[in-house]
């Protein structure tokens, strides 16, 4: 259950919405649009309510790096519209939006999301996108690391292993965080 939330001092975390990652094999348990309509669902109804709203975005170069084709015996190479995101936002000039580029699994280490957080006395993240085993954990992890209070919305995350997302919705994210759903989570701001 979520108790009440001090939107100002939250930020909406959305991991890796990007076309190349979005489009690149099928997610499970839920599919790409499902996840991304939960998303701009999310952001529709929270923008203008909260300290922040952080899209993360892995750079292809690095991903191709992070994921070395070992038969090949050279980075994986991607399509050109693999950077691009799928989540936008109408108004990207709104002060209370960031986009934060990442060159490790997770959105924290080598980037300036904490200093961001931080400036604006966040407190609280709400945290989706994929995979759910992968960036969206790396990044949930650190964040309790660095204390800050998170929220996993389960089903605006996907992975392409649906054991591996239950496994971690089940058994590791509820050591670190709140996990609610989509609909949960925007009930508790009507």
Do not use: W
């Amino acid at each position: 259950m979520i108790e009440t939330l001090n939107l100002k001092k939250c930020a909406f975390v959305a991991i890796d919405l990007q076309k190349g990652i979005l489009n690149s094999g099928t997610l499970t348990p839920y599919l790409a649009s499902e996840v991304l309509q939960k998303n701009e669902q999310l952001v529709a109804a929270l923008l203008e309510k909260l300290g922040l709203v952080a899209l993360v975005k892995v750079d292809a170069t690095t991903f191709g790096y992070l994921n070395f084709d070992l038969k090949k015996r050279q980075p994986l190479t991607l399509a050109k519209d693999y950077d691009e995101l799928a989540l936008k936002i109408e108004n990207s000039t709104k002060a209370n939006v960031v986009t934060i580029t990442k060159h490790n699994p997770g959105a924290f280490f080598g980037t300036d999301l904490d200093l961001q957080l931080r400036r604006r006395g966040i407190d609280t993240l709400i945290l989706t996108g994929v995979a759910t085993e992968n960036g969206v954990y790396a990044t949930a992890l650190d964040a309790y690391q660095f204390g800050y209070r998170v929220i996993v919305v389960e089903d605006a995350c996907s992975s392409r292993d649906e054991e591996l997302h239950r496994i971690f919705m089940t058994k590791l994210y509820p050591k670190i965080s709140l996990v609610t759903s989509s609909t949960e989570l925007l009930g508790t701001f009507a």
